[in-house]
């Protein structure tokens, strides 16, 4: 495990670039086995329109917090929200919507500091990749539970689908 401290704080416009090369690295480490090379080339060519759409989030008042190494780099990204209107059944009212860290943090706490940043302890949903048994694991270990729930995606992710897990404030271990 590693001794490394991180700085966690939200996420400024000025940010925002660094962040998703950051994310997109992440998508690298975590998914070349399941995408193309395709995938990561239009992800890195839509990263002008993705940086103005986290922008306006920003600006909005949407909260993105971002993990900063010892030299001020961005190793791990997390942020949330309400959920979309078709999980309103669920009776949580915070969504997940993205966590990364860099593949040489895994283990080191980071990922479990990032969600608890964003979540603060309360109920929530996530959606995570059918089959990414490293995400689901370390979900499960902060009380997530599948709730059966399993969507297909579309576009640059189509042929993967996504499961939904669900935490409630008596579902922490």
């Not at 078709?86 to 706490?109: I, K, M, N, R």
């Not at 089959?131 to 059966?148: L, Q, S």
């Not at 689908?161 to 404030?169: A, D, F, H, K, S």
């Amino acid at each position: 495990m590693s001794t490394q401290t991180y700085t966690i704080r939200l996420a400024t416009p000025e940010d925002i670039s660094a962040t998703l090369e950051m994310k997109l690295l992440a998508w690298r480490q975590t998914y070349t086995d399941q995408r193309p090379e395709s995938f990561f080339n239009n992800a890195q060519a839509r990263q002008e329109l993705e940086a103005d759409w986290w922008a306006r989030g920003l600006a909005q008042g949407a909260e993105l917090w971002i993990a900063l190494d010892q030299d001020s780099n961005i190793v791990g990204v997390a942020g949330g929200g309400p959920v979309a209107e078709e999980d309103l059944g669920t009776g949580v009212g915070l969504e997940l919507q993205v966590l990364y860290v860099l593949a040489e943090h895994y283990g080191s706490g980071l990922g479990a500091q990032l969600l608890e940043t964003v979540l603060s302890g309360r109920d929530s949903l996530l959606w995570v990749l059918e089959g990414n048994a490293r995400a689901i694991a370390f979900y499960k270990k902060h009380g997530f539970i599948t709730d059966g729930r399993i969507e297909s995606l579309a576009d640059d992710w189509a042929g993967l689908r996504e499961i939904c897990m669900v935490r409630r404030g008596d579902s922490r271990g």
